[in-house]
Nanobody, 127 residues
Framework: QVQLVESGGGSVQAGGSLRLSCAASGCTGSCNYLGWFRQAPGKGREAVAAIVTGGGTKYYADSMKGRFTISQDNVKNTVALQMNSLKPEDTATYYC????????????????????WGQGTQVSVSS
């Protein structure tokens, strides 16, 4: 059984940084992709970044490239999202996601690829 718990959200001014963390219990030896998604009020879920477990290949949505970095700590079973140069439009609830194969696969940045989701952590960026 996989459980994902996000932490590290908060309020920050534009241009600032935050580091989110996701504790992925039950993922060891099972999850092949870990991802971060976000959702602003009244909008759909949007991909942020993803990482292939073990191999370390990383993927980023275009608007996040150069600003956000995803990483995995295999020992601690966590996945982090370092967010720099934050903008007001980054304000959203950020969710951690994991995939356990076999199952549908629509690419690393598709929400339909993932089987498990955390409850989310709020990020607010003010101008």
């Amino acid at each position: 059984q996989v459980q994902l718990v996000e932490s590290g959200g908060g309020s920050v001014q534009a241009g600032g940084s935050l580091r989110l963390s996701c504790a992925a219990s039950g993922c060891t030896g099972s999850c092949n992709y870990l991802g971060w998604f976000r959702q602003a009020p009244g909008k759909g879920r949007e991909a942020v970044a993803a990482i292939v477990t073990g191999g370390g290949t990383k993927y980023y949505a275009d608007s996040m490239k150069g600003r956000f970095t995803i990483s995995q700590d295999n020992v601690k079973n966590t996945v982090a999202l370092q967010m720099n140069s934050l903008k007001p439009e980054d304000t959203a609830t950020y969710y951690c996601a994991a995939r356990i194969p076999p199952g549908r696969f629509a690419g690393p940045l598709s929400e339909y690829t993932y089987n498990y989701w955390g409850q989310g952590t709020q990020v607010s960026v003010s101008s």
